[in-house]
């Protein structure tokens, strides 16, 4: 095992950001663009580095979904 790996930093922000939202703590829309960084981290991991589209797939639409999250709860 790597002493760095960039996965569990997004691994981290998404178990956060997940328990921030369900819990609906303080400033839970915070955790949209989390979600988004953490997700981007993910599809470039599985697009460039493992070559695994149904994942790569699977998290640009999770960043697309988030986006528009992030866009209802901060910007509207």
Request: proline share 3%; glycine share 6%.
């Amino acid at each position: 095992m790597k002493l760095f790996d960039i996965k569990w930093i997004s691994t981290s922000l998404l178990i956060g950001g997940a328990t921030a939202l369900a819990l609906k703590i303080e400033h839970f829309e915070y955790c949209f663009p989390i979600f988004v960084i953490a997700h981007t981290i993910l599809a470039y991991e599985f697009s460039v580095k493992h070559k695994n589209l149904p994942l790569f797939i699977q998290n640009c639409y999770f960043i697309g979904l988030n986006s528009v999250g992030a866009y209802i709860w901060l910007v509207r």
